[in-house]
């Protein structure tokens, strides 16, 4: 019980229910006048409306299902291309200009792309989501698997193979890193999707925003958005628990050098 309180951050809840009420007595008392910003208990409403007509589970299955699948995917290109142009100079060497130059390009500007090449579809979200996911994740990794040059002396004084110094030394210098890229790369992923849906896809929770907001219901559109805030932060947590169970070795290794 207490391990649990400590890991609730009780007074940040507190002022988030402070800032809800807030919200609520600033809209009834009209101190908050716009027309479409509706208080959070119509918020509430506009969520039950959602889930009891189904459109919410549709709507939230399409767009995980895509984000995660191009998250996935750029987890497994990204940590094996980032691990090989980490380790061999001379492919980072001739490949660098040409990272830097689409790194510099906004993911944005690659959706209309996107839409062109594969229509109005989910692997068009799902190709959107790899891109957006890659970067972080192949950056990161790039950065983790060049390991400080004394650690890479202590592996050579030891007198390990190629093999151990990637595993006991490379490896878990480098996990922080790469869960660090994967759990950015998964926020990206899932935006990404979202503005994919808004501008390409007419599916997903990106397309619910739009309608609701073009069909005056701000309620629900407010709703979508909790939703995916939601989703974003169970998303976030499971990458954290995931990470700590498959690399806890790695990490714990990685947290002894420091």
Same mark, same amino acid.
């Given at each position: ?50 889930? !009891? +007509? ?8 399409? +767009?995980?299902?895509?984000?995660? +699948? ?12 980032? !691990? ?37 579809? $989910? ?9 957006? $996911? ?12 060049? +390991? ?21 030394? /490379? ?15 998964? !926020?990206? !992923? ?24 073009? $069909? ?40 002894? $050098? /420091?």
């Amino acid at each position: 019980m207490n391990e649990l309180r400590r890991r609730i951050n009780v007074v940040g809840v507190a002022v988030f229910m402070l800032g809800l009420v807030l919200w609520e007595a600033g809209v009834r008392s009209g101190l908050l006048d716009f027309a479409y910003l509706p208080p959070p208990s119509d918020v509430a409403g506009g969520l039950a409306e959602l889930v !009891s +007509t189904g459109e919410l589970q549709t709507a939230l299955t399409h +767009t995980l299902s895509a984000s995660l +699948t191009g998250w996935l995917l750029a987890a497994l290109t990204g940590v094996a291309a980032g !691990s090989v142009l980490g380790l061999v100079r001379p492919v980072w060497r001739y490949s660098m200009a040409s990272l830097e130059a689409l790194r510099a390009l906004p993911i944005v500007a690659f959706v209309p792309v996107a839409v062109l090449i594969f229509g109005f579809s $989910a692997q068009m979200e799902i190709v959107v989501a790899w891109y957006a $996911a890659l970067w972080p994740i192949l950056l990161n990794t790039i950065h983790g698997m060049r +390991t400080e040059q004394r650690m890479l002396e202590s592996g050579s004084v030891l007198r390990l193979s190629k093999a151990a110094v990637l595993w006991k030394i /490379r490896l878990p210098a480098a996990t922080p890193g790469i869960v660090v890229g994967l759990r950015l790369g998964l !926020s990206i !992923s899932l935006v990404l999707t979202l503005v994919a849906e808004m501008t390409g896809n007419p599916a997903g929770l990106g397309f619910v925003l739009v309608s609701k907001a073009q $069909a005056l219901r701000p309620d629900e559109m407010f709703a979508g958005v909790v939703v995916i805030g939601v989703a974003g932060i169970v998303l976030n947590g499971l990458v954290m628990v995931l990470a700590r169970l498959v690399f806890r070795g790695q990490m714990a290794a990685a947290g002894e $050098a /420091r």
